[in-house]
């Protein structure tokens, strides 16, 4: 199995691609670094990217009345995935993704991800099943985050 389809087998939801699958998706991707600090992309702006750590940390943030007043909501790091709406849907950013610490990350765009689901229906079905599953625990998180605000009378 060459570097990159190993790496692609440590993201949480290429996990259980074979070889074969987990190559047709590292093909297809390509690699960026960030710094400490600096912003992939920002709340409410269109996306059209999937973004895969390899190594680093980044943290998803709300913006409550400017880039300086935000609320983290999850700080992802090697394994993990970010983006994963915006090549599910079409809708704008819902948070903002920022590096906490510098961060290697492959990215997969929409077109290419849309053209490997749809050409092979087994890739398919393995990797919509676990990005189903990944944004139903953030949303399940989500309401226990809020949930616990209100018990603690924060909101």
């Known amino acids: 199995m060459t570097p990159m389809a190993e790496a692609i087998h440590q993201i949480s939801i290429f996990h259980d691609l074979s070889e074969d699958e987990a190559s047709r998706v590292?093909?297809?991707?390509?690699?960026?670094?960030?710094?400490?600090g600096e912003i992939i992309f920002v709340e409410h702006t269109e996306g059209n990217e999937l973004f895969l750590i390899l190594e680093g940390e980044v943290s998803i943030q709300l913006e409550l009345t400017n880039q300086d007043d935000v609320m983290p909501l999850v700080t992802l790091g090697p394994g993990d995935v970010f983006g994963e709406l915006s090549v599910v849907d079409e809708a704008p950013r819902?948070?903002?993704?920022?590096?906490?610490?510098?961060?290697?990350v492959l990215v997969l765009a929409k077109e290419d991800f849309d053209r490997l689901i749809?050409?092979?229906h087994d890739l398919g079905l393995k990797v919509m099943r676990n990005v189903a599953q990944l944004v139903s625990r953030?949303?399940?998180?989500?309401?226990?985050?809020?949930?616990?605000n209100v018990s603690w009378g924060m909101i």
Do not use: F, M
């Open 138 to 148: 953030r949303v399940r998180q989500a309401n226990q985050k809020i949930l616990d």
């Open 118 to 120: 749809e050409s092979d």
């Open 26 to 36: 590292a093909a297809v991707c390509g690699e960026r670094t960030y710094h400490e």
């Open 94 to 104: 819902s948070a903002t993704a920022r590096c906490v610490r510098n961060a290697s």
